[in-house]
């Protein structure tokens, strides 16, 4: 008896075969569109005063407060890792209606700087410009009646990220949200002698739920009220691309979004309609919902996690700022980033 093979073949009209390029890891790791590099990478430290200092924070596994001692071994591990710069929050020693040591020349954060600028010089340092950690009302700017007075608290934010630049600072990072305030630290900065030191304005801030492990980590919560007056209403898209708009008019060099995840759309319409360099901060409220899922065993936290920095990669940010950022950095030199 004689078989008789029929073979049935589809038009190669009918559909287009895209599993080509995806059939061996050598082929997509050629033809990827978005690359992730942890020198995308910007880590955040919690700097305290004290000696010995490595507190771990609960709201953030894997997170520590440290002490200026601490940052060089630190330093060393992020270069190691290729991760070239951080951004600084400091804990202040005392808190008062004027936040005074965010501007104080021997301050935690500048006291901060100056260790790093010395015992890793490759680093690039970052300040974190506000006034809620060191407010005794915890909120971004002075407070006059109740109410957040922004043309007062641009003096201090400016003076702030002068006293920053003065200890060594790579670059400053105004994350208040007061209107005017990036040509307020702009022209304080050049009137210093600072015309080089580049502004990364926290541009498209949100009053966001995902900020509340960041606000025990660093001490910041509100004491009365919250920042919807000055930070963002979530809703406004339209808005945030205004306030990216202005900061670059006033001067920034690179805006921000903030958060990540849930702004991914501010992201890219920003990347289509601005060339500076954009940032996006993955932050707290993000980082821990990962940790929190893979700790009880819902998620594989590699994959995870390099698929939430990928994404925001891919929405148009240049410049990635995330707790996962020692992990992410290990993986994508893990042969193993591609299993699963």
Not at 198 to 218: C, D, L, V
Request: proline letters at 4%; hydrophobic letters at 40%.
């Amino acid at each position: 008896m004689t078989t008789t093979r029929t073979t049935t073949r589809t038009s190669t009209q009918t559909f287009r075969r895209f599993r080509r390029l995806r059939r061996t890891e050598s082929l997509r790791n050629l033809v990827r569109e978005t690359r992730l590099s942890q020198q995308q990478f910007v880590y955040p430290l919690f700097v305290t005063h004290g000696q010995g200092v490595k507190r771990e924070i609960a709201s953030l596994p894997g997170q520590y407060q440290l002490s200026t001692d601490q940052l060089g071994r630190e330093a060393e591990e992020l270069l190691s890792l290729g991760i070239g710069a951080v951004i600084l929050f400091g804990l202040p020693a005392e808190k008062d209606d004027a936040g005074s040591e965010a501007y104080a020349p021997d301050g935690i954060v500048q006291q901060a700087v100056r260790t790093l600028k010395r015992e890793a010089p490759a680093l690039t340092v970052i300040t974190d410009v506000c006034l809620c950690e060191y407010t005794s009302h915890g909120h971004c700017g002075i407070v006059v009646d109740g109410e957040i007075d922004n043309d007062q608290s641009l003096a201090l934010l400016a003076r702030t990220a002068v006293s920053q630049a003065e200890a060594g600072a790579d670059v400053v990072a105004p994350s208040d949200m007061m209107d005017g305030r990036v040509a307020a630290i702009r022209s304080a900065l050049d009137d210093a002698g600072f015309t080089q030191t580049p502004i990364m304005a926290y541009s498209a801030k949100h009053a966001s739920a995902f900020y509340g492990p960041f606000r025990e980590a660093a001490g910041s919560a509100p004491a009365f009220g919250d920042r919807r007056s000055y930070q963002m209403d979530p809703a406004n898209g339209r808005e945030a691309l205004r306030e990216i708009e202005a900061d670059i008019e006033e001067g920034t060099d690179i805006v921000m979004v903030k958060p990540a995840l849930p702004y991914l759309d501010v992201i890219a319409r920003a990347r289509e309609r601005f060339d500076l360099p954009i940032a996006a901060y993955n932050v707290s409220g993000e980082y821990l919902m990962v940790k929190a899922a893979a700790q009880s065993g819902f998620l594989d936290e590699r994959h995870a996690t390099l698929e939430v920095l990928t994404g925001i990669a891919r929405a148009g940010a240049d410049i990635i700022i995330t707790y996962h950022a020692k992990e992410a950095a290990r993986w994508l030199t893990s042969k193993e980033v591609e299993r699963g």
